[in-house]
């Protein structure tokens, strides 16, 4: 019966090591792979949009890991391997992509919107006071109020404000 629990167990480990996407095609020499992990790092998944294709489980970032490590086993260098993906999928692969006409939106874009949205607060602000004048007393609501207050008025006007003048 022991043995039967280590053998399941044993077959669970290997499912879970699949499922949680243990790379079977790493490359033989580890400065190889430490290279290609360091270059897959910095390629946007294109199907998850905000993981690198290191961290991704996509189908597409397995195939893009591949890519990877084969033109790193075939000896280009970093910069030669991220221009032939920017080539092949343009700038949005890039997790930090370049300062340039064409992604200039990507950079200063959360920027103008914070200001954007600062300057609208500010001017809401600045329009609508923090305390609404109200309409003063009615000649019938001081009477009222006179009433209510057993016809012992303040003396001192801060306590009503200026709905008793």
Known sequence: MRLFVVIIYLMALTLSANAIGVDKARL???AQEAR??????????LVCQNESIAESDASLAQDLRAIV????K???TDAEIIHFMTSRYGDWILLKPPLKPTTIVLWFGPLALLLIGGFMVFRYIRQNPETDMEDPLTADE??????ILGGKMPKNKDHLGDYMS
Not at 36 to 45: D, G
Request: charged share 35%; proline share 4%.
């Open 74 to 76: 075939a000896g280009k």
């Open 69 to 72: 490590r084969q033109q790193v």
């Open 142 to 147: 001081k009477k009222r109020l006179k009433k």
């Open 36 to 45: 290609a992990y360091n270059i897959m790092t910095q390629l946007r998944c």
């Open 28 to 30: 033989a020499d580890p």
